[in-house]
């Protein structure tokens, strides 16, 4: 199985701030990562597939990079409403396997 | 508008049996792929199977093979978890998932509860 590790765990940040949430798999995964954002008793919501694409809807304050087994996810000006649990998933083979998450919190 | 409506869910003993239904609208459901991810309470994501469009293929956890089974009813858009033999460790929300492509989750049902307590 691939191992999805995200760092930090946990991040606590004010509005406005540029934040990075940083994924390693434990082996290369090329670009089939994707970032899904999960707020309090809500479903996880997807923010950015194949690696670098965004998803339809999702501000453009949101940005993610990397391949191989290195990827992030930038936000670039934190908002209010962005204040919550950031997961990383790989794609590339089954199972299909999350990171344990990085909850953001407001500092 | 993509809906995804999980139901279900309950109390069950160690032990026991469920299914789990996810009745879809908004989307020619007949058309996609279709997981179940589960969260335990204050634990992160957990994929546990998936089905192909028109369910001649499954998919496993190995945490799940051999006692939950998926399927699917295209002619009721409706996604379908049975779960047997179920432990304390099988607690969690349930979530269906509809695939864009690749194994990506582009629509999340609101998900449904299981407990396993005697």
């Known amino acids: 199985d691939i191992q999805m590790t995200q760092s930090p765990s946990s991040l606590s940040a004010s509005v406005g701030d540029r934040v990075t949430i940083t994924c390693r798999a434990s082996q290369s995964i090329s670009s089939y990562l994707n970032w899904y954002q999960q707020k309090p008793g809500k479903a996880p919501k997807l923010l950015i597939y194949a690696a670098s694409s965004l998803q339809s809807g999702v501000p453009s304050r949101f940005s993610g990079s990397g391949s191989g087994t290195d990827f992030t996810l930038t936000i670039s000006s934190l908002q209010p409403e962005d204040f919550a649990t950031y997961y990383c998933?790989?794609?590339?083979?089954?199972?299909?396997?999350f990171g344990q998450g990085t909850r953001l919190e407001i500092k | 508008e993509v809906q995804l409506v999980e139901s279900g869910g309950g109390l069950v003993q160690p032990g026991g049996s469920l299914r789990l239904s996810c009745a879809a609208s908004?989307?020619?459901?007949?058309?996609?792929?279709m997981h179940w991810v589960r969260q335990a309470p204050g634990k992160g994501l957990v994929w546990v199977s998936r089905i192909n469009s028109d369910g001649s293929s499954t998919t496993y956890a190995d945490s799940v093979k051999g006692r939950f089974t998926i399927s699917r009813d295209n002619a009721k858009n409706t996604l379908y978890l049975q779960m047997n033999s179920l432990r304390a460790e099988d607690m969690a929300m349930y979530y269906c998932?509809?695939?864009?492509?690749?194994?990506?989750?582009?629509?999340w049902g609101q998900g449904t509860l299981v407990t396993v307590s005697s």
């Open positions: 998933q790989q794609s590339y083979s089954i199972p299909i396997t």
């Open positions: 908004g989307f020619t459901f007949s058309r996609y792929w």
């Open positions: 998932a509809r695939e864009s492509n690749n194994d990506i989750y582009s629509d």
